[in-house]
């Protein structure tokens, strides 16, 4: 052990500093919310792409009463990176939001899966029709006031 | 604009680098005063540890995503960076500052030394001054000149194979042969052992971190551990009082202002005029084992 002499008191050392960069890892999103990781503006794909680090899903499909360029893009980068886009013009709503990893999100009771879509459970809230399906470690969920026979078509059409 | 966000590219790896030398830092300087560690090769090998591991650390490919920053990593720096200070500023905006000011200071510090380099007169050496410099090993091509300046300098430069001393006026009025002998002998123990590379070498790297403290610390501690190192070898077997003089006496004709430079000078002085022996110093595989801790620890801090 003499070889190994004074090595005990850095392990400690080490393990000390390493414990308190832990523990603030963990405080600084209890203590200051503001240092979560998001939601974040984003201008465009590519910029979104660079921060959640995946190639982000829109649908291809979308009615033109939604207009032609989005109104919101957000990326979340904790605690699972996330990113969100919406489309909304003349009381038309649609937004999708895409996150990798994680736990399953929420579903009432009620939500059932759309027919001849694998891992999906669709639902109405009020007026709005919502979607959540399962993808390549995605959990992707959509919602839209447009009909409800629309989400058969968003989720058909998404693609990066 | 937090630095932690410029991934994946050259900036990013610059903050890893920053981060990651700041927390081995920490670790090593907490443990080299809980030991008492001297003066020393230990020290001298954990300060040029200092210098290399982050570079090596930060370059670990694959841990630019977020998914690792915020799942896998044991500190996700763009938490701390991104903590309020108030006024619209955060804790990046100090990091930046710092950063900025710090590659100011270097820039500043390396032309003061470049106007500041010794220079030789073209008038010729003493034939003693010769002889005592190309007497030693790996110095039969050593070029001595002789500056105007009044001060008590003796300098080297050149690269290994033609070295040149530099020896001031001032030194060759006020230096006895014997203190001009283990003076020399300082300088001489500079161009052996690898010293003049490793030194290089490091400055090098030091260079391209101008822009973090931590090696601004760590390069300047290193250099003052070679001095004293240098200043063992050249009055190894002799006495070591001779060359304590001389430093007592640049000591003294050192401006009280330069606390940096006197406070050096103090410390290579009681080295040399200290009773105490040197400290044993910690085994190799010590120091090589706590090295590789730091290798396999710091790439999970992003």
């Known amino acids: 052990m003499d070889r190994l002499r004074g090595l005990g008191s850095f392990v400690l050392i080490a393990a000390g500093v390493l414990v308190a960069l832990r523990l603030t890892h963990y405080a600084l999103p209890v203590v200051f919310p503001e240092t979560r990781q998001g939601p974040i503006a984003v201008a465009d794909l590519e910029e979104a792409r660079r921060l959640v680090g995946f190639d982000p899903l829109v649908p291809a499909y979308r009615p033109e009463q939604l207009g032609v360029r989005p109104s919101e893009m957000t990326v979340t980068l904790s605690p699972y990176p996330a990113f969100a886009i919406a489309w909304r013009n003349a009381g038309h709503f649609l937004s999708v939001t895409q996150q990798r990893g994680g736990p399953r999100p929420l579903q009432p009771p009620l939500a059932r899966p759309l027919d001849n879509l694998p891992d999906s459970a669709w639902w109405m809230e009020d007026t709005h029709a919502h979607l959540a399906l399962s993808r390549d470690g995605f959990w992707i969920h959509i919602v839209t006031n447009l009909p409800s026979r629309e989400l058969r078509r968003f989720a058909d059409t998404l693609s990066s | ?302």
């Open chain 2, 1 to 302: 604009m937090n630095p932690a966000a410029w991934s994946p590219s050259v900036w990013s790896y610059f903050w890893q680098v920053a981060l990651h030398a700041s927390v081995m830092g920490v670790i090593l300087y907490i443990w080299v005063h809980r030991l008492g560690l001297p003066s020393g090769c230990t020290r001298r090998r954990l300060l040029a540890a200092l210098l290399v591991v982050p570079l090596v650390t930060a370059a670990v490919p694959g841990r630019s995503g977020v998914e690792f920053a915020e799942r896998l990593a044991w500190l996700n720096s763009a938490r701390l960076l991104a903590v309020p200070l108030g006024a619209g500023f955060r804790v990046y905006h100090v990091v930046l500052l710092i950063g900025g000011v710090t590659t100011l200071l270097t820039i500043w510090q390396e032309l003061v030394a470049f106007r500041h380099r010794p220079q030789a007169m073209r008038r010729d050496a003493p034939a003693s001054l010769e002889q005592m410099a190309r007497s030693r090993a790996g110095w039969e091509r050593c070029v001595v000149g002789v500056s105007d300046d009044p001060a008590l300098m003796v300098a080297t430069s050149g690269r290994p194979g033609r070295p040149r001393l530099i020896v001031s006026l001032g030194a060759l009025e006020s230096l006895s042969a014997d203190e001009l002998e283990v003076v020399i002998a300082h300088e001489h123990a500079h161009w052996r052992g690898g010293r003049w590379l490793q030194a290089h070498a490091l400055f090098v790297l030091r260079l391209l971190q101008c822009y973090h403290p931590v090696a601004l610390w760590a390069f300047r501690e290193y250099c003052v551990e070679l001095e004293m190192e240098c200043d063992a070898a050249a009055t190894a077997g002799g006495d070591r009082r001779l060359l304590g003089r001389v430093l007592l006496r640049i000591y003294q004709a050192t401006d009280r202002r330069d606390i940096a430079a006197r406070a050096v000078l103090r410390k290579r002085i009681d080295a040399l005029v200290g009773a105490a022996l040197p400290a044993p110093p910690l085994p190799g595989a010590t120091v090589v084992v706590a090295t590789a801790i730091m290798l396999l620890v710091l790439p999970w801090i992003v």
